[in-house]
């Protein structure tokens, strides 16, 4: 692990929304140049953890750290100032625009030119930097100014890091980016993953897919409703004990028996509501 100050510190965190606790006494640390996968089933709190961090909701309690200073975000806006990027799963893309104006959205001031009334989008610069900046992630896009809808659901995800990592971001925190991409596309985003590593950042994998945080994790932190079940690098912990906490330990184990009741009890009885032969 690295030498130093982490780059993202949570000490303690917890929120809640009036009576419903969402998170309660989170902590993890993500140093730069590892990944750090957030594993949870559906409702485990990683949202409102990583919302918390990117400047959406504001902690209940607890603290958090940016480089050992204490921060306090008021909006996202803050947290990109201080170089902490969201992909989110619906990725903030319009479809019908260009890769190009997507890759500068909000950012169309570092590709202008002209003052005043005759400041406008230096289009060829900007496609320039977008076919560049997508290059380096191994994605030759021969035209920048065709639709963003036209690439693949991983090619899509690869422009929002791509756009992150441009606009300096030291921490990339990223939403489900394989939930809903096949095989290949997964691929060429767990690629870039680790190609994100190798450029010193630290990554926030948030995923439930155990195997695609296992191909790419360093350090491993499981939530199960709102709590953390421990953080462990990966030389602690096999991909089978990942597994087993995600899936809920004791509640497998408990349905599995029912399951073994239920088929002695078919076997007693013949086999009764099965279907004939």
């Known amino acids: 692990m690295a030498d ?8 303690n965190v917890s929120k809640h929304f009036g009576t419903v606790i969402a998170l309660a ?19 485990a709190g ?20 940016i ?16 170089g902490i990027a969201t992909v989110y799963q619906d990725l903030a893309m319009i479809p019908l625009m260009s890769i190009t104006r997507n890759f500068f959205m909000g950012r169309e001031h570092v590709v202008t ?32 100014s065709q639709a ?11 422009v929002a890091i791509a756009r992150a990592v ?20 997964a691929s060429v985003v767990l690629r870039y993953v680790a190609q994100a590593r190798a450029r010193n950042l630290g990554v926030i994998f948030i995923t439930h897919n155990v195997h695609h945080a296992w191909a790419v994790g360093d350090t491993f932190t499981v939530l199960n409703r709102g709590r953390t079940l421990g953080t462990f690098a990966k030389e602690e912990i096999s991909r089978e004990q990942l597994l087993h906490m995600m899936a809920g330990g ?16 078919r076997n007693r009885t013949g086999g009764e509501g099965a279907r004939p032969a």
């Open 25 to 43: 006494g989170v902590s993890m640390t993500v140093w730069a140049g590892e990944v750090h996968c957030l594993l949870g089933d559906n409702g």
């Open 250 to 265: 004791r509640e497998l184990e408990e349905l599995s028996a029912e399951l073994a009741e239920f088929a002695r009890g």
């Open 166 to 185: 441009y606009f300096g971001a030291k921490v990339l925190i990223l939403d489900e980016p394989t939930s809903a991409l096949g095989v290949k596309q």
């Open 113 to 144: 030119r002209g003052k005043g009334l005759f400041e406008r989008l230096d289009v060829r610069k900007a496609n320039r930097i977008a076919r560049e900046e997508m290059a380096k992630i191994g994605i030759d896009v021969r035209d920048p």
């Open 46 to 65: 990683k949202s409102t953890l990583i919302k918390i961090l990117s400047g959406v909701h504001k902690p209940s309690e607890g603290r958090i750290l």
């Open 148 to 158: 963003v809808g036209t690439l693949s659901g991983g090619e899509r995800q690869c």
């Open 67 to 82: 480089e050992g200073e204490e921060v306090h975000f008021n909006s996202p806006r803050d947290a990109l100032d201080r």
């Open 4 to 11: 130093g100050v982490p780059l993202i510190q949570v000490d």
